[in-house]
């Protein structure tokens, strides 16, 4: 999994003109044994990842989210609390409750997310964690909804 997350120009998704983290730091630390180290670069990860759907500077969402469902199925992160915790922010934004987003972008974002459908569906099988239980439910509820 490193290995492949160390192959992609992540330099090309940085924020421009801004002091953008270093997104492979960033992806490395989600998969970090240290909760803290997984924890934060979540929050930070997070961030990119909305200014990145907000301004539609770049396309890092569609890259970050099948590399988070790579690492829930390879058992490549000890906290898939925290991936998890990253897609339902980002199946959030695909609801489009308000109707003010732009559907097409949110509609593809929507369809990587639901690729992992049967991952989701295992972990949830498998978990007793209410929040996890509660994040995937709606993850799933979302794609049923396509």
Do not use: Q
Not at 33 to 44: E, H, I, K, Q, R
Request: charge should be negative; glycine fraction near 4%.
């Amino acid at each position: 999994m490193l290995e492949y997350i160390k192959s992609i120009d992540w330099a090309s998704y940085r924020l421009p003109g801004t002091e953008s983290p270093d997104i492979l730091l960033l992806m490395e630390g989600l998969l970090s044994d240290d909760f803290d180290v997984a924890d934060l670069s979540a929050v930070n990860l997070s961030a990119e990842l909305d200014e990145a759907l907000i301004t539609s500077v770049n396309d890092l969402p569609f890259v970050v989210v099948p590399i988070l469902i790579k690492a829930l199925n390879s058992g490549a992160t000890r906290h898939k609390s925290i991936l998890i915790g990253i897609l339902t922010e980002l199946t959030n934004h695909t609801d489009n409750k308000h109707g003010f987003r732009p559907k097409e972008k949110y509609a593809r974002l929507r369809i990587e997310i639901c690729k992992g459908s049967e991952i989701y569906r295992s972990i949830l099988s498998e978990t007793t964690n209410v929040f996890l239980t509660h994040n995937l439910t709606y993850i799933l509820d979302v794609c049923a909804k396509k």
